[in-house]
């Protein structure tokens, strides 16, 4: 079974930084891109960076530049490093696995139960 555990949210004020996680279960993390999206109340859910199972990354064009996605295949882990946070970056962060070791052949899904990201003074 696919278990994918966020980690790493809280309150930061704006310009400041935060490190999400995700531990992932359950299937050969290695062999597959992964997602990391984000729901902000009242929206839609919002795709924020992919990476391939090789490391390849792509970023949202709203966090281009201030995030940055990493994966650690040895340990089963998938990052996301959230710098210069702004009031609009507030929502739930969910990790997603891909179905392709190519995050461009993917279709993603089981999310995690997700981690709140407050930014705010």
């Known amino acids: 079974e696919v278990q994918l555990v966020e980690s790493g949210g809280g309150l930061v004020q704006p310009g400041g930084s935060l490190k999400l996680s995700c531990a992932a279960s359950?299937?050969?993390?290695?062999?597959?891109?992964m997602r990391w999206v984000r729901q902000s109340p009242g929206k839609g859910l919002e795709w924020v960076s992919d990476?391939?199972?090789?490391?390849?990354?792509y970023y949202g064009d709203s966090v281009k530049g201030r995030f940055t996605i990493s994966r650690d295949n040895a340990k089963n882990m998938l990052y996301l490093q959230m710098n210069s946070l702004e009031p609009e970056d507030t929502a739930v962060y969910y990790c997603?696995?891909?179905?392709?070791?190519?995050?461009?052949?993917?279709?993603?899904?089981?999310r995690g139960q997700g981690t709140q990201v407050t930014v705010s003074s």
């Open positions: 997603t696995k891909g179905n392709d070791a190519s995050a461009n052949r993917s279709k993603f899904s089981a």
């Open positions: 359950g299937f050969s993390f290695r062999r597959y891109a």
């Open positions: 990476i391939d199972n090789n490391g390849g990354a």
